[in-house]
């Protein structure tokens, strides 16, 4: 068990509004957080320092609660969030463009999705929404 040393580092102004999460990389370099502000921001654990943003350059990401969460891929090469029309959308760490956009096939899946989990080996994305929809997106 770690014990945690009495310096403390916090970020102000990452984000014009609320922060909603910050999940680590697997590899704990980097740190990844949502906000309110419809935007994910990318941390440098070393420096301190946030390195990118990730935006949706059509402006249709929302996140829209509270406890809306980002997570990596298991590579770390991806992030995806969930956003209030139950659409997943992935960026690349790498360069911090969008990569790409999923809409789901089931009419009945358009609220907003709170929780975003990728699989530990990858194939999978799980998604749950605030009307009680659980959704496992599959890779193949």
């Not at 906000?35 to 350059?57: A, C, E, G, H, M």
């Not at 994305?125 to 496992?136: F, M, T």
Request: net charge positive.
């Amino acid at each position: 068990m770690y014990l945690f040393a009495k310096k403390v580092t916090s970020w102000k102004d990452i984000h014009t509004r609320q922060a909603t999460s910050i999940e680590f990389s697997q590899d704990g370099v980097h740190a990844v957080t949502n906000s309110r502000d419809n935007t994910l921001q990318l941390i440098d654990i070393r420096t301190y320092n946030s390195i990118k943003v990730f935006k949706d350059p059509s402006n249709t990401y929302r996140n829209s609660h509270n406890w809306n969460n980002a997570t990596f891929s298991r590579d770390g090469k991806y992030v995806v969030a969930g956003s209030s029309n139950s659409e997943l959308f992935f960026w690349s760490v790498k360069t911090g463009k969008l990569e790409k956009r999923l809409k789901p096939t089931n009419d009945k899946l358009n609220a907003n999705t709170t929780c975003v989990k990728w699989s530990p080996n990858g194939k999978h994305v799980a998604s749950c929404d605030n009307a009680g929809y659980v959704v496992l997106w599959t890779s193949d």
